[in-house]
């Protein structure tokens, strides 16, 4: 039960390049969530998706996008890196209350 | 606006002494609320969750936690702190938000030998 999953679990990036996380789920959970977390400022939702197909931003959404074609699959991409978008990014699912996560991607933007 | 606050940046407790870590929300309608820990390098994990029901909740690892409505508060409890219950917790709260959740800044557990 592989349960959720991030890739890559780290990553070093430069200022402008497109990089694209991913997050898988085996659940077949309806809802899935992509967070920051920052010292200082907690986890911030970045966006969600309530099903394949539909998406909705969440408190801080500038600089990414998302998408989801299937159902199990959420990726992330920051379509022009910048330094500010150094953090520790979690994906999450859930199909009742209770969002579970993924271990999380460590990014670093030079 | 739902919010929530975590007011202890940091708590400290000697093991074996019993912890509170607090939480306070700000919701409109009847709250979710819940809690998770997140040890160092790790996603975060489910403690537990209040959704209606009994005030007190029992979850993983021996914690509980207390809704109460009048204060607003659903501060995160153990009987008897152990070393390896030190981390990072959240409490969070989400409610007709089509599951998202609102967390607080986040408190960090030390628990000392």
């Known amino acids: 039960d592989a349960g959720i999953t991030q890739s890559p679990r780290y990553k070093i990036t430069e200022t402008g390049r497109q990089v694209t996380l991913m997050c898988h789920q085996t659940?077949?959970?309806?809802?899935m969530f992509w967070y920051r977390q920052d010292l200082g400022h907690g986890l911030r939702l970045i966006y969600y998706s309530a099903a394949a197909d539909i998406t909705d931003k969440g408190e801080v959404p500038d600089g990414y996008v998302v998408s989801r074609s299937k159902t199990e699959n959420f990726p992330l991409t920051l379509e022009s890196a910048t330094r500010s978008q150094t953090s520790v990014y979690f994906c999450?699912?859930?199909?009742?209350?209770?969002?579970?996560f993924g271990p999380g991607t460590r990014l670093l933007v030079l | 606006a739902q919010s929530v606050a975590q007011p202890e940046d940091q708590v400290n407790v000697a093991e074996g002494n019993p912890l509170t870590v607090k939480c306070t929300y700000s919701v409109s309608g009847n709250p979710y609320l819940f809690w998770y820990v997140q040890y160092p390098n790790r996603g975060l994990q489910f403690l537990l969750k209040?959704?209606?029901?009994?005030?007190l909740v029992k979850g993983s690892y021996g914690f509980e936690a207390e809704f109460n409505k009048s204060q607003t508060s659903f501060h995160l409890k153990k009987p008897s702190a152990l070393v390896s219950d030190s981390a990072l917790y959240f409490c969070?709260?989400?409610?007709?938000?089509?599951?998202?959740?609102?967390f607080g800044q986040g408190t960090e557990l030390s628990v000392k030998p």
């Open positions: 999450a699912s859930s199909e009742g209350e209770t969002q579970y």
């Open positions: 969070a709260v989400g409610g007709n938000q089509g599951g998202k959740l609102i």
């Open positions: 209040y959704i209606t029901g009994d005030n």
């Open positions: 659940w077949s959970h309806s809802y």
